[in-house]
C-alpha cells in the first residue's frame, strides 16, 4: 500500500452494503459477480445497483435509504463523478476497481482482484482522505492542462477500453502533436506565478493519468494540494521527464517547476479559456480555483502498519 497519514477509525466490518456498479466499466462483467459472490461469502448482505447513467446512479444515492455502507464499481471516473452524492452521505465508501487505471485505488492499497477488494471491506478497516473542489466540483485524484486533456479526448473512443493501460502511451504521442503550449498564471495561496508549459497537474491524490506519480512525499490525506508543470522542447524530451512523473520525483529546475498549496488559482495569459481534465474526465475550463477538502471522504482501506 501508498503511504498514508495514520488516522484511521477501528475495524467495523459492514453487515449490509449498497453496490454501485458502472456497466460500461472495463471490465464490469467479469469481475462484479465474483466481487459480490466475495462478500456475501463473508456474510454481507449486498445489493447490486446496476446504473445507466452518472445522473442516474446520483439520483440513487441522494436518494438511497440508510445503510451500512456505499460501493462504487468502476474506475476513477466513475467514482469521481458520483463524489458529489457520496459526500452528502455519512456512510463508507468501498470501492471494487473496475476502470483501466485505478489510480486512486493505487494510491489506497485496494487491489485489482475483485475477491481480495471484497477483504478489504470485510475487514471493516477505514481511512478518511482528502478531496479537491476544482469549479465547484468534487475530484478525487488530478485536475490537469495541457497534454492530459488531449489525451483525455483522445480516449472518448473504444481504443482505452479495448487496450487498457496500453492506450496512454500510444495516446500520449498522438497528442503531443495536436498539442499547443500553455501561458498561464498561476497563484499558490499568496504567489504568484507565469509558466509556459505543456502540462499542469493539481492534486490532492498520489498517482493520475494511468501511473503517473503527483509527487513522491504526497499523502492521501496531508490536506495539501500538490502541484507541478513542465516544458518539454520536443517529443524527445518527454523522455528526460518520464522517470520523474513516473515516481513523482521531479525537481526544479528551467523546465520542471513543483509547488504546494491549499488553494491555486488557474488563469490564461490571453482570453481564451482551456479545457481541464478533472480525473479523466474533460468537465471544467479555465480561469477557475482549485481548492483541499481535508479528511472529507471515509473508504474501506487496508490496514496500515500502525493498525
Known amino acids: 500500500?501508498?503511504?498514508?497519514?495514520?488516522?484511521?477509525?477501528?475495524?467495523?466490518?459492514?453487515s449490509k452494503v449498497?453496490?454501485?456498479?458502472n456497466p460500461n466499466a472495463r471490465a464490469a462483467q467479469e469481475m462484479a459477480d465474483t466481487f459480490v459472490a466475495a462478500l456475501e461469502k463473508a456474510g454481507i448482505d449486498v445489493t447490486v445497483h446496476w446504473t445507466k447513467s452518472s445522473e442516474q446512479a446520483l439520483q440513487a444515492i441522494k436518494d438511497l435509504p440508510e445503510t451500512d455502507a456505499i460501493l462504487v464499481g468502476g474506475g476513477d471516473g466513475t467514482i469521481s463523478g458520483l463524489l458529489p452524492a457520496l459526500l452528502e452521505r455519512k456512510e463508507s465508501i468501498g470501492?471494487?476497481?473496475?476502470?483501466?487505471?485505478?489510480?486512486?485505488?493505487?494510491?489506497?492499497g485496494i487491489p485489482p482482484d475483485p475477491e481480495a477488494a471484497a477483504k478489504v471491506i470485510a475487514k471493516g478497516h477505514r481511512l478518511s482522505?482528502?478531496?479537491?473542489?476544482?469549479?465547484?466540483?468534487?475530484?478525487?485524484?488530478?485536475?490537469?492542462?495541457g497534454i492530459s486533456v488531449?489525451?483525455?479526448?483522445?480516449?472518448e473512443d473504444r481504443t482505452k477500453k479495448l487496450l487498457g493501460r496500453f492506450a496512454y502511451p500510444i495516446r500520449w504521442a498522438e497528442a503531443w502533436h495536436r498539442h499547443r503550449p500553455l501561458k498561464l498564471k498561476i497563484t499558490l495561496d499568496e504567489e504568484t506565478r507565469h509558466?509556459?508549459?505543456?502540462?499542469?497537474?493539481?492534486?490532492?491524490?498520489?498517482?493520475?493519468?494511468?501511473?503517473?506519480?503527483?509527487?513522491?512525499?504526497?499523502?492521501?490525506?496531508?490536506?495539501?494540494?500538490?502541484?507541478y508543470y513542465v516544458s518539454p522542447h520536443n517529443a524527445l524530451h518527454w523522455l528526460w521527464f518520464l522517470p520523474g512523473l513516473w515516481r513523482g520525483t521531479l525537481r526544479d529546475g528551467e523546465d520542471a517547476h513543483t509547488g504546494t498549496a491549499q488553494e491555486v488559482s488557474i488563469e490564461t495569459r490571453s482570453n481564451r479559456s482551456k479545457k481541464v481534465n478533472v480525473d479523466g474526465e474533460i468537465v471544467a475550463q479555465t480561469p477557475l480555483k482549485i481548492s483541499i477538502r481535508p479528511k472529507s471522504l471515509t473508504i474501506f482501506a487496508p490496514a496500515g502498519p500502525s493498525d
Open 1 to 14: 500500500m501508498d503511504k498514508l497519514s495514520n488516522a484511521a477509525p477501528k475495524a467495523n466490518p459492514p
Open 18 to 21: 449498497d453496490c454501485f456498479i
Open 95 to 108: 470501492i471494487l476497481p473496475l476502470g483501466t487505471a485505478n489510480d486512486f485505488a493505487r494510491g489506497v
Open 129 to 145: 482522505v482528502d478531496t479537491g473542489m476544482v469549479a465547484d466540483r468534487p475530484f478525487l485524484n488530478v485536475a490537469s492542462l
Open 150 to 155: 488531449e489525451i483525455a479526448s483522445l480516449h
Open 195 to 227: 509558466a509556459h508549459c505543456s502540462l499542469l497537474a493539481v492534486g490532492c491524490g498520489r498517482h493520475y493519468g494511468g501511473g503517473l506519480t503527483l509527487h513522491e512525499k504526497a499523502r492521501l490525506n496531508d490536506g495539501l494540494l500538490r502541484l
